[in-house]
């Protein structure tokens, strides 16, 4: 049987999107059930974070060639636009996310109190913002 | 990232993405966008963004953004330089020597016009990050860490 590079860029791209959502909301659950949450951990999600993110929107490129791109007037292309959105939003936020984890870094901090509210939200809305976009993927590879 | 996301997104909503995507196959696209990217990293790795935790002065700290924003601005140029003129040079040889000599002015063109646009990405880009570490800041300090409590 013949596999299509096509399939391996899908693949690629749901298990890259799988990673960056579970890891984001893990992360989020640890900072409202744990006592404190170990700054290595969070470093290692950082970075494994930026890699699956330049993954992520490569591997989305790939199938909008795979799947044709749609136009911006239609629902498709809606969703496209906002997905597009969403993701420069989360781009930023999560720039945000990585420099407050540098700078615990930098304090030689072992482990973030749970309590940390604005970096818990961060993983939040990371984890929010990531569920959106699967949504939206939905949306632009089936329509509503 | 930010900048091919935006790309993308102007792409989509003013018309243009799917022509640029339809012309270019997976492995090109691939060595394209990851020529990019480690270009992006390799510049990356001499950035420093993140402040001191111990605080800067109001002096150091607005030296600190300006020089970000220079350096960043001097490291879009570059790499807009270096990817374009690879990237053209690469597909002049590709389309074969006797189209050389009548498209050396075009692409210089392009190369010259890139870098200048690529050190504007550059001081969008570093504003950009010098508001996220002043947000970070607000975050990481507001936090009250465990051992240090």
Known sequence: MAVSEYLLVRTLHVL????ALGGSVVLWLAFRVADDV???LLSWFEGLFWGTAGLLVFT???NLVAFGVPD???TRGTALTLKLGVLLVLVLGSIVRTFAVVRYE???VCAVDADDDRLRWLY???GWCLAAVVVLAGVIARGL | MLVVVSAVLVGHVYGGLAEALLGTDTPTAGLLFGYLWLLALVAAADLEVVASP?????DARARRSVGTIGWTAGAGAGIALVYLTVVLVLGFVASGPGSTDTGTVAVGRIVVGGTVVGAGIGIVVGGLLVACDRMAAAVASDAVPSDEA
């Open chain 1, 16 to 19: 890259a999107a799988s990673m």
């Open chain 1, 38 to 40: 170990s700054v290595t």
């Open chain 1, 60 to 62: 989305g490129l790939g």
């Open chain 1, 72 to 74: 911006a007037t239609t």
């Open chain 1, 106 to 108: 930098r304090l030689e």
């Open chain 1, 124 to 126: 939040a809305g990371t």
């Open chain 2, 54 to 58: 111990g605080g800067d002065s109001a």
